[in-house]
């Protein structure tokens, strides 16, 4: 399961790659995240321990790409979960 900080970064860098065609610069991930640049590099460098992103430490972020877009179905908790056919939804029948 991802940080708050890797998947607040992933959200932003596939929605700039996808929407504008370009990665941000570190200066617009510490706008958009409200993260500091030491929090942002430990953030990227989780995504790509994980294999989210493609990243070679001590490099820009805009030299990123994203090699998934969203965090994995898997690697979420499994609390609650419903379906579209309107399966498992016990919770809001049964009490």
């Known amino acids: 399961m991802l940080s708050d900080t890797a998947r607040k970064l992933l959200m932003i860098m596939r929605h700039s ?3 504008h065609g370009y990665m941000p ?3 617009q991930l510490e706008n ?4 500091t640049s030491n929090k942002i590099r430990a953030g990227l460098q989780e995504l790509a321990d994980e294999s989210y992103i493609q990243w070679q430490s001590g490099k820009q972020p805009e030299t990123a790409l994203v090699l998934e877009g969203w965090e ?3 690697d ?3 609390a609650v979960s419903w379906g579209i ?5 016990d919770y809001w ?3």
């Open 17 to 19: 790659s996808v929407h």
């Open 25 to 27: 610069t570190m200066e």
């Open 32 to 35: 958009k995240s409200g993260r």
């Open 72 to 74: 994995r179905i898997k």
């Open 76 to 78: 979420q908790p499994a």
């Open 85 to 89: 056919d309107g399966s498992n939804i």
């Open 93 to 95: 029948t049964d009490y």
